[in-house]
């Protein structure tokens, strides 16, 4: 039998007083499992947190994973830790915690929380896997990732679920490194900037594409190891692309073999269910109250950037955290200590969370997935606000998603839809986001959401990616959107890349690649996406039309654009909009261009301006308004 040991420890006193702290940031250095050498002996080091549990002994492959041969030690220092040293373990053996309650009752198998790699689902051990080998290639990318992650830059986003976006004839997915020079390739020819995974930290279930946690510390084994995850993030860097994560901190799966009463006790979560179990996804919530829970996640999301160089992780479900009555009913909750609906201890956490990120990674972002009205959520903490970089606009999506899913005949009285959004644009850094979340559960594909036959749906859809491309925020597209998919999203199958032998279908994948190339090389569409001096009115008034104008600014050196936005289904002649200075004016952009499968009927050649007032201004030219469209123009 291999020999267990107990005078090796990479602890130190700090270390244990930052964990019970609840500050330590980097605890995925001292817990978990990791190679050491003892007095020239080779072996594993293994710690877990069990500060309830009467035993815990470590089993796995070297000793047919039968309970007590080799018995963890609790440290006398009050961290609730167990720790050990087993002699002569090998790479890739599994292993589990098999922990016996002090509560009494079975003992039962656990995962280690901190696990770097694990069994591919359905399987769900723990593997023995070390992580720092890897060469890094990006050095260069990363001295200068603070100023592609700037808010004055652009920020257009791919959001891809890896296990479907491509797949192999058989339909399984493509692995990290099969995925990534592919991947690359589509995103630099597609213009994009960022790419957005769905969560690849590992989860048991493929129905829950990544929501629900069970390894913090890993990145799924279903598509490789950790080092060809980290070969996947290098590859993306090498071709220009920023990666950011979906994380979970929300909640977490309830499986047996997860954080769930991992010692016997609501450990990770809360033990009352109004406030450990969620209602909505039937997961458990962490504790934010808890010291050695918030490391724990701190940790985490430390750990990305520190590992696997990530540059940005997007926090899921930031309502679900900041509300004690989210998803409730009355009498299913707990007031905090001030008798309100606001979860103090998770608004802590997210405060230390985005400060401890930000203090310790140059050039990151933090994106908060948040749907309700919170204040300062992309606020720094030292003004009260949570200190994320960027949310969400959800308010954006529904209102642009329910004004162009009417007919154009009534949308001259739903015209408050489109403009409500410039009215708070600027109250956070904004995302715009057309996400997995629009094109599931029956809610349809972003195509099918548009109105009228197949020729007028494939319309709306072009000026729909126009209108957002123009709006003031970041961006960030779903996968299948740029093919304009007929069907829903469906994690089981890759995408209909077929679709693209099809011209309205190639129509929109060359538009979007368009819009993109636009929005990075045009100062005044990116540079103040998230200050008000790169948005002015033109007119927005022309409800009866169905159309909106406006100029995106830059500097003062950088010409602006001119935004018209005609969403009626007729043509319109001889249209006149002010203008922002004399000149000759060129079309740059027109979502009906035959390029792009449109209907034509644009502005060709140069315009120029006259001396007429209109809109308040002293300039003005006339525009042929094609139906169903978004124009940009640009002086010359």
Known sequence: MNPIHYDVSPWGETDSYLFKEGTH????????????????????????????????????????????MHPLRLRIDGSGVWEGFVEKLGEGLTYKYYITPAEGGAGF???????????????????????????????????????????????????????????????????????????????????YTHVELMPVTEFPFDGSWGYQVTGYFAPTSRYGTPQEFMAFVDTMHAHGIGVIMDWVPSHFVTDGHGLIRFDGTALYEHEDPRQGFHPEWGSAIFNYGRNEVRAFLVSSAMFWFDKYHIDGIRVDAVASMLYLDYARKEGEWIPNKFGGN????????????????????????????????????????YLGGLGFGYKWNMGWMHDSLNYFKLDPIHRQHHHHQLTFSFFYMYHE??????????????KGSLLNKMPGDENQKFAHLRALFGYMTAHPGKKLLFMGGELAQWKEWNYQEGLEWYLLEKPRHRGIQKMLARLNALYRDEAAL???????????????????????????????????????????????????????????????????????????????????????????????????????????????
């Open 429 to 442: 850094n904004y995302v715009l986001p057309l996400s997995h979340d629009e094109v599931v559960h029956m």
């Open 109 to 191: 198998e656990k995962i280690d929380p901190f696990g770097f790699h694990f069994e591919t689902p359905p399987k769900t051990a723990t593997k023995i896997w070390g992580i720092d080998g890897y060469v890094w290639k990006d050095h260069a990318w990363m001295e200068r990732r603070h100023e592609v992650n700037a808010h004055t830059a652009p920020m257009s986003t791919y959001e891809v679920h890896l296990g479907s976006w491509r797949t192999h004839a058989d339909g399984s997915p493509l692995s990290y490194r099969e995925a990534a020079e592919q991947l690359a390739e589509y995103l630099v020819a597609m213009n």
């Open 25 to 68: 940031t980097r605890l995925y250095e001292i817990l978990g499992s990791r190679r050491m050498v003892r007095e020239g002996v080779e072996g594993v080091y293994f710690a877990v947190w069990a500060p309830n549990a009467e035993r815990v002994s470590v089993v796995g492959d070297f000793n047919a994973y039968r309970a007590g």
């Open 342 to 381: 606001e979860n103090l201890d998770a608004i802590a956490f997210l405060r230390q969370l985005n400060e401890s990120v930000y203090r310790d990674h140059r050039g990151v972002v933090m994106i908060a997935e948040e749907s309700t009205a919170f204040p300062m959520v992309s606020r720094p903490v």
């Open 526 to 636: 990116h540079r103040y996406d998230c200050d008000p001096k790169g948005f002015e009115w033109i007119d927005d008034q022309d409800y009866q039309s169905n159309i909106l104008v406006w100029l995106r600014k830059g500097d003062e050196e950088e010409e602006p654009i001119v935004v018209v936005c005609h969403f009626a289904d007729t043509v319109r002649e001889g249209y006149r909009i002010g203008l922002p200075a004399a000149g000759s004016y060129r079309e740059i952009f027109n979502s009906q261009d035959p390029e792009y499968a449109g209907w034509g009927l644009g502005n060709e050649g140069l315009l120029e301006s006259e001396a007429v007032e209109q809109h308040g201004r002293e300039h003005s030219l006339t525009l042929r308004l094609p139906p169903l469209s978004v124009l940009f123009l640009q002086r010359v």
